[in-house]
């Protein structure tokens, strides 16, 4: 076989394509030059296999001509379709599937053919009645019927013939097909016998689903003429204008979306008949009569628009009044409470969240503002209403605070500025002596894990933040000229390094300070989220400027660091931005030899 494929190149192909062209399908010019057989003796196209060299020989193919022959003559009207749909795209387009010996038209032992035609009969007869039924069904509503090319339809009206029985047939399994209708059943080779399982077998289930698609199809197109999805459109319009101003029932936003996608499923034409009855977008048409669905859809909207609803503006008024009565009170007890607390505390993401939730309520509550989503929702602030009365306002106020309260409490350790907050407030938020929580929490420890990660040293895990903080000998805080950082021993002796992972872990926790992973062996590392550092920054220098002047001078020092330019750094820290000398600093340890430390030295000795 190899040496066959091989001895006719060629031939193989031109007959290939003989076969196509006989069968009424033209080949686009320059599709030979897409074909090649290998070196093992199989046929190429597109550089993917088509057909394996011992196919033929399966099929009982031993010379040269007879190769030429099946090619010409034998290849199923399937098979030659997908080859010529390949053939019709540009080369990679699509991909060509293998031809095996089912793909072949050929004679399997007279008595094989005999046993099987039986069988093929009768389950040919039942499934053309069982679709004819269907189609009967389908198409009972549209006066045009279904269309007579569709291969369903051929399929439901085939009486099969023992002339028309055309065989597949490789060893093992025979496919018996129809040539009519193209009906395909799977049989085995050895004894005849129906193989249920069988891919190829022709499913009814599709052929059903083809008539349901044209019918929907049909339908869509019946309807759309009759202009049904511009008078839905109308309708919705109707709708829409009745809810500006209201609430209404869920009913009302749920018609709504029917009459909106319903017109839209109508112009796609993706009605589909199901079990009984037409659906489209999940919605079940009551009939497929044009004017009978006007009517029903003009009926069930008025219907709809006489239900019960309340004016939007009622509603806003109990909002306001509530707001004047007593929701502003603790609103403004919120507030204070908001203002007692250090940048770095506001910065802190629980701490940000229940705040910001509680403060959209308040807005939304004082200027008496409602959302209505598209199914009937009401929001005030971020919160989902279902009632509007001034207890049910207070309990969601009351939640919003306590949950505002928690989130400072949970967080007190990290920078609440004793001193600004009053001691009423104070009381309430520090946990009692002994209590879970109390643990004791050196807020300059906090404090000094925030500044070193503020000048932002290369690659600093939780352990080592703890080893030079205090004051470690360890190899990896040495090497890398950490031990010359300002941070470095400042808790020497008061705390172990244990102690402080705690700290640093617990900062992480609370998002004070953010982790990452880098290099191929996914290390840990720290760093400052952009909120935390620029609280950071007001409130160690809170005697200079805006926030905006702060994020300035973060960018130039960030740029400055990028471009090694250690002078700007210097003449940053000179006038007293902190983060600048660490960054200095920082340097200064990282390159020994460069022109940081000079700076640094200068810097100090300046301060003294
Ligand atoms: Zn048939």
Excluded at 166 to 175: E, I, K, P
Excluded at 216 to 239: D, I, Q, Y
Excluded at 377 to 401: P, S, Y
Excluded at 576 to 583: D, H, I, Q, V
Aim: glycine letters at 8%; proline letters at 5%; charged letters at 25%.
């Amino acid at each position: 076989m190899v040496k066959v494929l091989h001895q006719m190149g060629a031939r193989v192909v031109g007959a290939l394509l003989a076969g196509l062209q006989a069968k009424g399908l033209s080949v686009p010019p320059g599709s030979a030059g897409r074909f090649r057989v290998s070196k093992k003796g199989n046929l190429l196209l597109d550089e993917k296999l088509l057909l394996a060299s011992d196919t033929a020989r399966t099929l009982g193919c031993e010379t040269p001509e007879a190769v030429l022959e099946l090619l010409r003559s034998s290849l199923s009207d399937e098979a030659a379709s997908e080859i010529h749909q390949v053939l019709c795209s540009p080369p990679g387009g699509k991909e060509p599937r293998q031809i095996t010996a089912l793909d072949f038209v050929a004679k399997p032992p007279e008595e094989l053919a005999e046993k099987i035609w039986p069988v093929f009969e009768a389950k040919h007869m039942a499934h053309s009645q069982e679709l004819a039924a269907y189609a009967e069904e389908v198409f009972r509503d549209l006066p045009a019927g279904p269309p007579e090319n569709a291969r369903a339809v051929a399929r439901a009206r085939c009486r099969p013939k023992p002339e028309d029985l055309t065989f597949r047939y490789d060893g093992a399994v025979c496919l018996a097909v129809c040539s009519a209708c193209g009906f395909t059943l799977a049989f085995s080779a050895s004894v005849g016998r129906h193989l249920p399982g069988h891919p190829k077998n022709s499913s009814l289930g599709q052929d059903k689903d083809e008539l349901s698609d044209l019918a929907g199809k049909a339908l869509s197109r019946r309807l759309a003429e009759a202009g049904l999805p511009g008078k839905l459109e109308g309708l919705a319009r109707e709708v829409k204008a009745a809810l500006a101003e209201r609430i209404c029932l869920p009913e009302v936003y749920r018609w709504l979306k029917v009459l909106d996608s319903v017109a839209s499923g109508i112009q796609k034409g993706s009605i589909r008949w199901q079990g009984s009855g037409w659906v489209v977008a999940s919605f079940s048409l009551p009939s497929a009569d044009p004017t009978y669905l006007v009517e029903y859809f003009e009926r069930r909207t008025k219907e709809v628009l006489s239900l019960p609803s309340t004016p939007l503006e009622g509603l806003r008024e109990v909002l306001r009044r509530f707001w004047e009565g007593s929701g502003r009170k603790v609103w403004e007890k919120a507030e204070a409470l908001h203002s007692a607390l250090s940048p770095i505390m506001k910065a802190l993401p629980e701490v940000r969240r229940s705040y910001e939730n509680m403060r959209r309520f308040a807005e939304a509550l004082s200027e008496g503002r409602i959302r209505v989503t598209g199914e009937g929702q009401c929001f005030v602030g971020n919160e989902c209403l279902k009632q509007f009365d001034g207890q049910t306002l207070a309990r969601i106020l009351d939640r919003l605070f306590s949950a505002f309260e928690r989130a400072v409490q949970q967080n007190m350790a990290f920078g609440l500025s004793d001193e600004q907050v009053p001691a009423e407030i104070l009381n309430r938020l520090l946990p009692a002596p002994g209590q879970k929580g109390g643990e004791k929490l050196d807020r300059e420890v906090v404090l000094e894990v925030l500044r070193l990660l503020a000048a932002r040293p290369k690659k600093m895990g939780a352990t080592t933040v703890a080893a030079v903080l205090a004051g470690s000998r360890a190899k990896k805080v040495s090497d890398r000229g950490f031990d010359k950082l300002p941070s470095f021993g400042r808790f020497k002796g008061l705390y172990t390094q244990q102690e402080l992972v705690r700290v640093v872990e617990r900062m992480v926790r609370a998002g004070l300070v953010a982790e990452t992973y880098v290099g191929v062996h996914g290390l840990r590392v720290l760093y400052l989220p952009r909120e935390v550092e620029k609280a950071l920054l007001s409130s160690l220098s809170s005697e200079e400027g805006t926030l905006e002047v702060e994020d300035a001078r973060v960018k130039r020092a960030a740029r400055a660091i990028q471009k090694h330019s250690w002078g700007e750094l210097a003449e940053m820290a000179r006038d007293g931005f902190f983060p600048a000398e660490a960054a200095l600093a920082a340097a200064a340890a990282l390159w020994p030899s460069g022109k940081a430390p000079k700076l640094l030295k200068e810097l100090r000795t300046q301060k003294l």
